[in-house]
């Protein structure tokens, strides 16, 4: 008989194992908060691990692709002076810049009409069975309803319901970092700078990066540290950057930014946190994506290994048809040893985007002139 999985989360890694369970002839059904599918979104690099999962699962080719044709990264001083400095998007690897929405799109071909999806819909109890899950479901309008299933999949985010659920609170699993994030696409080019010009204005525990984007307008991210990550992610983002930046705001750069994100909804202001669990599973429910091990922005690893772990989830299923206790033990022994990989640098790394002392800030423009150096040096040498 034919196997039906729940997954709760229409985002990458949602997508990404409906797309594997299909090809294994399992039946997915996914089911998301949201009434429609969310477009635009964040600056993602998308890596060669990337490249390689999402060529897997059949969709690169299908893939948006915004890397700009003549790109320039500048690290912009507090006194208005500039610098150039390494393309942030081509720090390792070659990754091709997209946006968030761009693989979710990719993603989607994957899945239209192929799989069911049901939008405002929430899981909202979850028995874990011997052999079988049984879900509570929840639609926009109130009503509930409790279907059966033989796996549920929680690819439902960094703050995921179904990890709540069967897990625990989100306290027990998170290591914040201690920063703050803000991301947004901007409305209109930053005055001053060429299309294909990124550009990072860095002080002490704070930064705004703004990401260029071939053929549209760039987006922004702003960062900063604090003591309490959590009380700040519950605040009115526009007012409480405003404080923040108030005496960095070269050029107008960061006001208009603001302006910007006070125009849009599409805009993510959250603690970063990285999610630590023992396990991914507990029984017939498992967790994959950013609920089990977000990796958080400083990896440029989150996307990618939400692909890698679809395809990672069919393929163990595949292996182990008959037996679900050794497919999600195989799945785990798959990701682990990529997931600690990434995560072990992820303190280390926060610091090219936040510093947090001016050694820090200072040791960052170094290596940001060092690594601009050898390239040039390799590309002059290379041709
Ligand atoms: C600013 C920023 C920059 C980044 N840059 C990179 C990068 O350069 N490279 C890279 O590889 N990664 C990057 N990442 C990470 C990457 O975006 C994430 O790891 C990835 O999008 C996570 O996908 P996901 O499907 O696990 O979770 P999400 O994207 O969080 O998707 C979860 C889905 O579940 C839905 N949902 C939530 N709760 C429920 C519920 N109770 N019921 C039903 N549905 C629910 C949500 O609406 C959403 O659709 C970045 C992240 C950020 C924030």
């Known amino acids: 008989m034919t196997q039906r999985a729940l997954i709760v989360g229409l985002g990458i890694g949602g997508m990404s194992a409906a797309i594997a369970l299909k090809r294994q002839g399992w039946m997915p059904v996914i089911i998301e908060r949201a009434a429609e599918r969310r477009k635009g979104g964040y600056f993602i690099g998308l890596r060669e691990e990337g490249k ?85 479901l929840q639609s926009d309008d109130g009503q509930e309803t409790t279907e059966t299933y033989d796996l549920v999949i929680g690819a439902d ?82 007012p409480t950057l405003r404080h923040i930046f108030a005496d960095l705001d070269v050029d107008g750069i960061i006001s208009k930014a603001l302006e910007d994100l006070s125009a849009t909804d599409d805009f993510l202001f959250d603690s970063v946190q990285m999610v630590k669990m023992p396990h991914w599973s507990k029984g017939r429910v498992l967790l994959l994506g950013d609920s089990a091990w977000c990796l958080t922005l400083y990896s440029g690893m989150g996307a990618s290994a939400g692909m890698i772990g679809g395809q990672a989830l069919g393929e163990a299923l595949a292996a182990c048809p ?56 390799l590309s002059r040498k290379s041709s």
């Open 52 to 136: 390689n999962a999402a060529a897997a699962l059949g969709v690169l080719d299908v893939m948006e692709k915004r890397t700009p044709d003549h790109i320039q990264f500048w690290d912009v001083h507090k006194d208005g002076t500039r610098r150039r400095i390494v393309d942030l998007t081509q720090e390792t690897n070659a990754p091709i810049a997209v946006l968030r929405g761009d693989i979710e799109e990719a993603l989607w071909h994957g899945i239209e009409g192929k799989v069911e999806v049901r939008f405002g819909t929430i899981p909202v109890a979850i028995i874990n069975g011997a052999t079988q899950v049984h879900v509570t």
């Open 157 to 238: 985010g960094v703050r995921s319901t179904v990890r709540k659920l069967i897990f625990g609170p989100d306290e027990a699993f998170f290591h914040s970092i201690g920063t703050m994030l803000c991301a947004f696409p901007l409305a209109r080019p930053v005055a001053g700078f060429k299309a294909g010009d990124g550009l990072m204005i860095a002080d002490v525990k704070r930064t705004l990066t703004v990401f260029p984007l071939e053929g549209r307008p760039s987006t922004a991210l702003f960062s900063y540290r604090t003591k309490h990550p959590e009380r700040a992610s519950k605040k009115d983002p526009f």
């Open 322 to 377: 008959n037996n679900m206790d050794a497919a999600l033990q195989m799945f785990e022994a798959q990701m682990r040893p990529f997931v600690r990989k990434h995560q072990r640098f992820i303190a280390l790394r926060s610091q090219l985007f936040v510093p947090s002392s001016r050694i820090s800030l200072w040791g960052r423009r170094v290596l940001w002139q060092i690594l601009l150096r050898s390239r040039n040096y």
